[in-house]
């Protein structure tokens, strides 16, 4: 059974730092590209960072460059992605994904994890 659960969220101060975690199971976690997804209310879901499946090469949004870093750990099968200097922008629930390309499209999602940054 695949899954991937997202863990860290929560509510945060701005300027305050969280650690996202994303643990998968039941598939190869090593030979997928990882990906943080996040999605605030009445807006479109928004794609914040990448990491290859080796972990080598790592891509960022505008939005959030400099201040978030995405890692994996394929030992633990598991994704992270740090924030620091987070903003009101960036409530939203985040959610990772597995994303394999080969003969067709193999692509798991997980449920999702609540960051709301507020004073």
């Known amino acids: 059974q695949v899954q991937l659960v997202e863990s860290g969220g929560g509510l945060v101060q701005p300027g305050g730092s969280l650690r996202l975690s994303c643990a998968a199971s039941?598939?190869?976690?090593?030979?997928?590209?990882m990906r943080w997804y996040r999605q605030a209310p009445g807006k479109e879901r928004e794609l914040v960072a990448d990491?290859?499946?080796?972990?080598?090469?790592?891509n960022y949004a505008d939005s959030i460059k400099g201040r978030f870093t995405i890692s994996r750990d394929n030992a633990k099968n598991t994704v992270y992605l740090q924030m620091n200097s987070l903003k009101p922008a960036d409530t939203a629930v985040y959610s990772c994904?597995?994303?394999?390309?080969?003969?067709?499209?193999?692509?798991?999602w997980g449920q999702g994890t609540q960051v709301t940054v507020s004073s």
């Open positions: 994904n597995a994303l394999r390309v080969a003969i067709g499209v193999t692509e798991y």
């Open positions: 039941g598939f190869a976690f090593s030979t997928y590209t």
């Open positions: 990491i290859t499946p080796s972990g080598r090469s790592t």
